[in-house]
Each structure stands twice: as structure tokens, then as C-alpha cells.
């Protein structure tokens, strides 16, 4: 069965790195031709895509975060990570990462959705 | 880059009620849409992909329509456990994004 945890600091200090770690058991992060993704949720507040590493290693981010944020994968230890530099309170989140694999094909590319989250950990930026 | 946009932002309505959310895309999507249900301090599930298609083990009350720009999510008739925060997800491209949210609340 496939999970995924996430972990790392729940307190940062302001004007620092956030870094966070996703293990994926159940399932290999260089097969299907998945993205593995990571969401945040702001308290009170809704989902944001923060950025995504495909299967090959090639990384989107969201343009708002692309100056800050690093995705990268670990295969040997089948995890990717998360960083995101000069944290402010604005980052303070719960975080998520997903699975985004491919389903059915779809008339231009294949049909993906985030089928399999991690429980969220929360993140508190202050001094 | 894509943009997502929900209505309404909340609504009540009683059990046993119809809901229709809409969400709107900012460029043609074709039917590369999601839709989700979030529960207070717990991860989103998936409900609807490929804007009509049922994921599964979800209930039939649960329906997606809509291409292009346009995409509704219908709950047929409104159960107690159904009360949470909804939202939809494009796929088109590699650059996901979500809408703001619709929360389903209690009339």
C-alpha cells in the first residue's frame, strides 16, 4: 500500500530555509511516470500548488515561488525533498506532498491527478 | 500560467439538498480537471478526474461535468458527511494549480 510521510522542522526561524523531506513506501518515485508534488495550506486558508519533480527529475514550480523554492529527489533512499529559502510568516503552512500519477489517456496527454497525499506537517515561521 | 477560479466561496445547504459548484479556468483545459474534498485537518481526497470521471470508491451522488473553460461539480443529494471544503485542480499542465475553495457548510 502505498504512503507517504512528510517530515522536517515544524519551527522556522524568519529569513531562513524551510526543508522538508517526503518518503514514499509502497511504491518507487522512478516509476509510472508520475509527478510528485507539494501542496501547502496557509491556516484558515486554501491549497497551494508549491511546485512538482516528474519521475525523470525534471521540476516545475509555481511562478509566484520559483525564486525560492528547490525540488529534488533522492532515488537510493526514495524521497524528494522541499526547500524553500527566506522564509517569512507568509510560509507558515500545512504541508503536503502527493502523488500525481498518470491515469487514463486523455486526447492531448494523459489524465493525472494527486491520488495519494501525505498527512501534512505543520510548519510555524517565527523567532 | 493557469488560473483557477471557484463559485461560491461557501454555501449551506440541508441534508439532502442538490449543490452545484462551478470552477473556471482562465484558457481551455480540454477536461484535464480534478475535483477534491478536504475535511478539516486532513488531506484532500480525490473524487472526480477527467472532470466527469468518478474515482473509485466514491459515492454516485457524485458528479463532474464541464469542458473547456467551464466545469460544474454536483452532489445529488447531500449527506452529513459530505459537509467539507471542496476544490478543483487542473492537470492540463505540468504547472498545477488549484482553485480557492468552495466550504460546504450546514444550513
Known amino acids: 500500500q502505498l504512503q507517504l510521510q512528510e517530515s522536517g522542522p515544524g519551527l522556522v526561524t524568519p529569513s531562513e530555509t524551510l526543508s522538508l523531506t517526503c518518503t514514499v513506501s509502497?511504491?518507487?518515485?522512478?516509476?509510472?511516470?508520475?509527478?510528485w508534488g507539494w501542496i501547502r495550506q496557509p491556516p484558515g486558508k486554501g491549497l497551494e500548488w508549491i511546485g512538482s519533480?516528474?519521475?525523470?527529475?525534471?521540476?516545475y514550480y509555481n511562478p509566484s515561488l520559483k525564486s525560492r523554492v528547490t525540488i529534488s529527489m533522492d532515488t537510493s533512499k526514495n524521497h524528494f525533498s522541499l526547500e524553500v529559502t527566506s522564509v517569512t510568516a507568509a510560509d507558515a503552512a500545512v504541508y503536503y506532498c502527493?502523488?500525481?500519477?498518470?491515469?487514463?489517456?486523455?486526447?492531448?496527454?494523459?489524465?493525472?491527478?494527486?491520488?495519494?497525499w501525505g498527512k501534512g506537517t505543520t510548519v510555524t515561521v517565527s523567532s | 500560467d493557469i488560473q483557477m477560479t471557484q463559485s461560491p466561496s461557501s454555501l449551506s445547504a440541508s441534508v439532502g439538498d442538490r449543490v452545484t459548484i462551478t470552477c473556471r479556468a482562465s484558457?481551455?483545459?480540454?477536461?484535464?480537471l480534478n475535483w477534491y474534498q478536504q475535511k478539516p485537518g486532513k488531506a484532500p481526497k480525490v473524487l472526480i478526474y477527467?472532470?466527469?470521471s468518478l474515482q473509485s470508491g466514491v459515492p454516485s451522488r457524485f458528479s463532474g461535468s464541464g469542458s473547456g473553460t467551464d466545469f460544474t461539480l454536483t452532489i445529488s443529494s447531500l449527506q452529513p458527511e459530505d459537509f467539507a471544503t471542496y476544490y478543483c485542480?487542473?492537470?492540463?499542465?505540468?504547472?498545477?494549480?488549484f482553485g480557492g475553495g468552495t466550504k460546504v457548510e450546514i444550513k
Open positions: 519533480i516528474y519521475y525523470s527529475g525534471v521540476t
Open positions: 484558457q481551455n483545459i480540454n477536461n484535464y
Open positions: 509502497g511504491d518507487s518515485i522512478r516509476s509510472g511516470r508520475s509527478y
Open positions: 502527493a502523488r500525481d500519477p498518470p491515469g487514463t489517456t486523455g486526447t492531448t496527454h494523459d489524465y493525472y491527478n494527486m491520488d495519494v
Open positions: 485542480q487542473q492537470s492540463y499542465s505540468a504547472f498545477r494549480s
Open positions: 477527467a472532470a466527469s
